[in-house]
């Protein structure tokens, strides 16, 4: 192996890691507007406001999470 096809193999190895790292920053983001939302809604449960609206929003966070653990898997599986 020469040095060209040494360098190129640290930069694919390098971009691979700015890859995961923006997907796993992206993830990070998407779950504080998940926590966000969490504590939104435990704030208006507290106040007793909008209860059909809270069953909706609950159903909505629960998919967003079940999205990003997908997410998450699938990143996983792209590190091996």
Partial sequence: MNKNQS?????????????IGASI?????GLA??????ALRSLEKANNQ??????TEVDDLQKQID???N???QVK???R
């Fill in 50 to 55: 909008n209860a059909p609206y809270q069953s």
């Fill in 7 to 19: 360098s190129d193999i640290t930069d694919i190895q390098i971009a691979r890691l700015a890859y």
């Fill in 67 to 69: 999205y990003i653990i």
């Fill in 77 to 79: 599986k792209t590190m």
């Fill in 25 to 29: 920053a992206a993830l990070g983001d």
């Fill in 71 to 73: 997410e998450l898997k």
């Fill in 33 to 38: 507007a998940v926590a966000a939302g969490l």
